[in-house]
């Protein structure tokens, strides 16, 4: 593969406005450098993450999603994240049955004062998703097709 | 036990203990039952009781039209009383709202539904009143309970994939799996939500697959495995297959099993400190 | 001249339509279900059955489709219309119930605009349809007008007169074109006249009398049966999906910010949210009065308008539904039970 046309993974990373965005904002305060890949989608707290922002992140051509909120205990509304640390647990399986890496969504917990495990984490997510390839088998259901007759468009 | 239900909805009526009694009758073939709604005594024999009553009558207790004849007395195998159990708990019934005319079951379907072939629960776990012999109910093992889908965890990411995208290349979008779910009581369900428009109502792959899989994701630590979602697929998609995915999952990080004890917290409205998070970096 | 059609024959048939660029659907076993669906060789077609559980509307309304495209630049709006959805088809194989649906919904879809993916569809496509040698408890095709054997909607009909031969019967100039084309693939009868031959056609109970049926609807708007009946019913769309006949769909855009697709998709006035109103209020809040519509959309309104009715007794919705509701169950209650309004309100 000639070097313009190497796969640059598309990475969307849901961040905890409280822990994990604060880190990476001290990641470029401290000027550290991480690769370019991420779009960062800052809320309130991963407890408030519906599992559906995730499979809304991969129709919108996401060839991976990182997860990020305050570690155990940290939570600025106290439970947060351990509610969304319940529905990782079960929500992880099933995409995994459904075919799906369980590499392209990955999950950490990164804290305010994390700087360095940000750079380290999100450099991780991106390296693994580059070495898995864009995500074709979703990105073939995105699209309904050229503009012809939907059978057609099927085979 | 046809006479002993029969006699005992009868009281029920006459007393006006409850106003209807949600049963089962005779339906358009002889391998086929119905749901029957009994409100005058006199009608009791309309009710009937055998191997083909695989219906979950529970889910009537989120349809209107079914409410406004009263307070029910329901029969209910024993997995179906597990959703009640679940409906209490989850603030969705008084245990006072429902009479439970709860039957002893050896199993449903021909041929047998895959739900009763690892059936720890003849006798149901809650009731007023069992009609039938009481069953006992056999301790079976975590691997024998969620058997059915090992063959599918053993698949490769790629035959996974595959699989599932063939099944739900087979939606219609008709939402007989919600519709006929007792536990998918939301009055707006979310793909009926457009602003925005987070699940796409088209039945094509993308909205297929986000379909299916928020439907069940919306069951987990909750799907009491009747199996109806299953059953009334139009295009015989597998879906209990991935309830019961969710079911070994929630039970295998949270000890926790759907509609067992009234007293177990639901699953996904708590959390351990201690939870698994292998996972988390 | 009458012709045959021997068994040993389906695969020149399949690879004849193949030269000729047809796509061909044919009844195809898939798992558990019996579906039409495309096939490549005559191997993959099943014929064993009563009915297949998906319709042939699909063919001609799919359950999804994209109507328009469009994408929204700095000043303007640029669209872009689907071409060629209607592709050279043969249907081999439906029973004469969905074929007989064809021209009643051609009626709608003809009616105050013409609908060019369903017109350009049904010119695109020859239906080739099998008479019905077995029947079922949900069928009543007879009670409706049609037949097990009816030719309405059909362009050749095949009748099976023994195990491995149908007697074929052209009906249309379009099915007349297609056979002659496939020449040597139809046998002539060695039998002239059909009269010798031993057609082998279900006998489907008469279940109704469907003259009774319209003038009860006519008057009773307001019954108790009405809610009687589908006190059962779960409220999903299982029954107008599978439905031959049922064609209501519903428009939506799904699109970013500055593109997306208009698409078209099934919908079902069995659903609460068919007939919901952006002010909240619903004409059609509970089940009963949207069981209603369903029965009086097919035996009544359809029937005022355009004088056919909408339904073709393929017994589809009955053996489908969650809550064994049976439309031909209800259809005999109406043709027997007294007009009675009550609580007219």
Same mark, same amino acid.
């Given at each position: 593969?000639?070097?313009?046309?190497?796969?640059?993974?598309?990475?969307?990373?849901?961040?905890?406005?409280?822990?994990?965005?604060?880190?990476?904002?001290?990641? %470029?305060? %401290?000027?550290?450098?991480?690769?370019a890949?991420?779009?960062?989608?800052?809320?309130?707290?991963?407890g408030?993450?519906?599992?559906?922002?995730l499979?809304?992140?991969?129709?919108?051509?996401?060839?991976?999603?990182?997860?990020?909120?305050?570690?155990?205990?940290?939570?600025?509304?106290?439970?947060?994240?351990?509610?969304?640390?319940?529905?990782?647990?079960?929500?992880?399986?099933?995409?995994?049955?459904?075919?799906?890496?369980?590499? /392209?969504?990955?999950?950490?917990?990164?804290?305010?004062?994390?700087?360095?495990?940000?750079?380290?984490?999100?450099?991780?997510?991106?390296?693994?998703?580059?070495?898995?390839?864009p995500?074709?088998?979703?990105?073939?259901?995105?699209?309904?097709?050229?503009?012809?007759?939907?059978?057609?468009?099927?085979? | 036990?046809?006479?002993?239900?029969?006699?005992?909805?009868?009281?029920?009526?006459?007393?006006?203990?409850?106003? =209807?009694?949600?049963?089962?009758?005779?339906?358009?073939?002889?391998?086929?039952? /119905?749901?029957?709604?009994?409100?005058?005594?006199?009608?009791?024999?309309?009710?009937?009781?055998?191997k083909?009553c =695989?219906?979950?009558?529970?889910?009537?207790?989120?349809?209107?039209?079914?409410r406004?004849?009263?307070?029910?007395?329901?029969?209910?195998?024993?997995?179906?009383?597990?959703?009640?159990?679940?409906?209490?708990?989850?603030?969705?019934?008084?245990?006072?709202?429902?009479?439970?005319?709860g039957?002893?079951?050896?199993?449903?379907?021909e041929?047998?539904?895959?739900?009763?072939?690892?059936?720890?629960?003849?006798?149901?776990?809650?009731?007023?009143?069992?009609?039938?012999?009481?069953?006992?109910?056999?301790?079976?093992?975590?691997?024998?309970?969620?058997?059915?889908?090992e063959?599918?965890?053993?698949?490769?990411?790629?035959?996974?994939?595959e699989?599932?995208?063939?099944?739900?290349?087979?939606?219609?979008?008709?939402?007989?799996?919600?519709?006929i779910?007792?536990?998918?009581?939301?009055?707006?369900?979310?793909?009926?939500?457009?602003?925005?428009?987070?699940?796409?109502?088209? #039945?094509?792959?993308?909205?297929?697959?986000?379909?299916?899989?928020?439907?069940?994701?919306?069951?987990?630590?909750?799907?009491?495995?009747?199996?109806?979602?299953?059953?009334?697929?139009?295009?015989?998609?597998?879906?209990?297959?991935?309830?019961?995915?969710?079911?070994?999952?929630?039970?295998k990080?949270?000890?926790?099993?759907?509609?067992?004890?009234?007293?177990d917290?639901?699953?996904?409205?708590?959390?351990?400190?201690?939870?698994?998070?292998?996972?988390?970096? | 001249?009458?012709?045959?059609?021997?068994?040993?024959?389906?695969?020149?048939?399949?690879?004849?339509?193949?030269?000729?660029? @047809?796509?061909?659907?044919?009844?195809?076993?898939?798992?558990n279900?019996?579906?039409?669906?495309e096939?490549?060789?005559?191997?993959?077609?099943?014929?064993?059955?009563?009915?297949?559980?998906?319709?042939?509307?699909?063919?001609f309304?799919?359950?999804?489709?994209?109507?328009?495209? @469009? /994408?929204?630049?700095?000043?303007? =709006?640029?669209?872009?219309?689907p071409?060629?959805?209607?592709?050279?088809?043969?249907?081999? %194989?439906?029973?004469?119930?969905?074929?007989a649906s064809?021209?009643?919904?051609?009626?709608?879809?003809?009616?105050?605009?013409?609908?060019?993916?369903?017109?350009?569809? !049904?010119?695109?496509?020859?239906?080739?349809?099998?008479?019905?040698?077995?029947c079922?408890?949900?069928?009543?095709?007879?009670?409706?007008?049609?037949?097990?054997?009816?030719k309405?909607?059909?362009?050749?009909?095949?009748?099976?007169?023994?195990?491995?031969?149908?007697? =074929?019967?052209?009906?249309?100039?379009?099915?007349?074109?297609?056979?002659?084309?496939?020449?040597?693939?139809?046998?002539?009868?060695?039998?002239?006249?059909?009269?010798t031959?031993? !057609?082998?056609?279900?006998?489907?109970?008469?279940?109704?009398?469907?003259?009774?049926?319209?003038?009860?609807?006519?008057?009773?708007?307001?019954?108790?049966?009405? #809610?009687?009946?589908?006190?059962?019913?779960?409220?999903?769309?299982?029954?107008?999906?599978?439905?031959?006949?049922?064609?209501?769909?519903?428009?939506?855009?799904?699109?970013?910010?500055?593109k997306?697709?208009?698409?078209?998709?099934?919908?079902?006035?069995?659903?609460?949210?068919?007939?919901?109103?952006?002010?909240?209020?619903?004409p059609?809040?509970?089940?009963?009065?949207?069981?209603?519509?369903r029965?009086?959309?097919?035996?009544?309104?359809?029937?005022?308008?355009?004088?056919?009715?909408?339904?073709?007794?393929?017994?589809?919705?009955?053996?489908?539904?969650?809550?064994?509701?049976?439309?031909?169950?209800?259809l005999?209650?109406?043709?027997?039970?007294?007009?009675?309004?009550?609580?007219?309100?």
């Open positions: 593969m000639s070097e313009e046309n190497k796969f640059e993974p598309k990475i969307v990373a849901f961040l905890c406005n409280w822990c994990t965005y604060a880190g990476a904002d001290l990641a %470029g305060t %401290g000027r550290k450098q991480y690769q890949n991420v779009r960062v989608i800052k809320l309130p707290c991963t408030g993450i519906d599992p559906l922002f499979i809304k992140a991969f129709e919108r051509g996401a060839d991976g999603i990182l997860v990020s909120g305050c570690h155990p205990g940290d939570c600025h509304y106290n439970s947060g994240n351990y509610h969304a640390r319940r529905r990782w647990n079960v929500f992880r399986p099933l995409l995994e049955f459904c075919g799906i890496n369980p590499e /392209r969504i990955q999950f950490s917990w990164v804290s305010a004062a994390e700087g360095g495990k940000w750079v380290e984490t999100i450099n991780g997510v991106i390296d693994s998703i580059r070495a898995l390839g995500f074709e088998g979703y990105q073939k259901i995105n699209t309904m097709g050229p503009m012809v007759s939907s059978e057609s468009a099927n085979q | 036990m046809i006479e002993a239900l029969r006699k005992k909805a009868e009281e029920l009526l006459r007393s006006k203990t409850v106003d =209807v009694i949600y049963g089962y009758g005779e339906g358009s073939t002889p391998e086929r039952t /119905r749901p029957v709604f009994i409100t005058k005594p006199e009608d009791v024999n309309k009710l009937t009781w055998n083909y =695989v219906y979950n009558l529970t889910t009537y207790l989120k349809r209107q039209e079914a406004k004849l009263g307070k029910p007395a329901i029969v209910v195998k024993g997995c179906d009383a597990k959703t009640i159990i679940v409906l209490i708990k989850e603030s969705q019934i008084k245990r006072e709202d429902v009479y439970i005319l039957v002893t079951c050896n199993g449903v379907g041929p047998q539904a895959t739900k009763c072939k690892a059936c720890d629960i003849h006798t149901p776990r809650i009731y007023d009143e069992l009609i039938g012999e009481k069953i006992e109910n056999k301790e079976i093992s975590f691997e024998e309970r969620y058997a059915e889908i063959e599918y965890e053993k698949l490769s990411e790629k035959d996974k994939w699989f599932w995208q063939k099944q739900f290349a087979k939606c219609i979008k008709c939402y007989a799996c919600s519709s779910c007792p536990l998918c009581f939301c009055d707006r369900c979310i793909v009926d939500k457009n602003q925005p428009q987070w699940i796409d109502p088209s #039945a094509h792959p993308r909205g297929n697959l986000s379909w299916n899989v928020t439907r069940a994701y919306h069951l987990a630590g909750r799907c009491i495995n009747c199996e109806e979602c299953q059953r009334v697929c139009p295009a015989d998609i597998p879906l209990n297959l991935l309830n019961k995915k969710l079911a070994k999952e929630t039970e990080n949270f000890k926790y099993r759907a509609g067992y004890n009234i007293d917290e639901l699953a996904m409205a708590t959390y351990k400190e201690d939870d698994n998070q292998d996972f988390i970096k | 001249m009458e012709k045959t059609l021997k068994k040993e024959k389906f695969n020149s048939l399949i690879t004849g339509l193949k030269d000729q660029g @047809y796509k061909t659907i044919a009844p195809k076993k898939d798992s279900l019996v579906m039409l669906d096939v490549q060789s005559a191997d993959e077609i099943h014929l064993d059955h009563v009915q297949t559980n998906n319709s042939i509307k699909e063919f309304l799919p359950k999804t489709e994209k109507i328009l495209s @469009y /994408r929204i630049e700095k000043n303007k =709006v640029s669209m872009e219309e071409e060629g959805f209607a592709v050279k088809t043969v249907v081999f %194989g439906s029973r004469p119930c969905d074929a064809l021209p009643i919904m051609d009626k709608v879809f003809n009616w105050d605009c013409t609908d060019k993916f369903w017109v350009q569809r !049904r010119e695109a496509t020859t239906i080739v349809t099998i008479a019905c040698d077995k079922d408890n949900y069928c009543f095709c007879t009670s409706v007008g049609l037949a097990p054997d009816s309405e909607g059909s362009d050749v009909l095949l009748t099976k007169v023994s195990d491995d031969e149908y007697l =074929v019967e052209t009906v249309t100039e379009k099915g007349e074109k297609l056979v002659e084309s496939l020449g040597t693939v139809f046998t002539p009868a060695d039998n002239p006249g059909t009269e031959l031993n !057609r082998q056609v279900a006998t489907v109970e008469n279940k109704f009398e469907i003259e009774k049926v319209k003038p009860w609807l006519d008057e009773n708007f307001v019954h108790k049966v009405w #809610a009687e009946f589908s006190t059962k019913c779960i409220g999903c769309g299982a029954c107008t999906f599978v439905c031959p006949t049922c064609h209501c769909f519903d428009i939506v855009d799904e699109c970013t910010m500055s997306g697709d208009r698409v078209k998709n099934w919908d079902g006035c069995q659903f609460k949210m068919f007939t919901l109103h952006t002010s909240g209020h619903n059609r809040s509970t089940q009963d009065q949207r069981w209603r519509q029965i009086m959309h097919k035996f009544k309104y359809y029937v005022e308008k355009f004088d056919s009715i909408l339904c073709v007794g393929c017994g589809r919705c009955s053996r489908v539904c969650p809550a064994d509701m049976n439309i031909s169950e209800m005999e209650i109406i043709a027997t039970e007294e007009s009675q309004p009550v609580n007219k309100e």
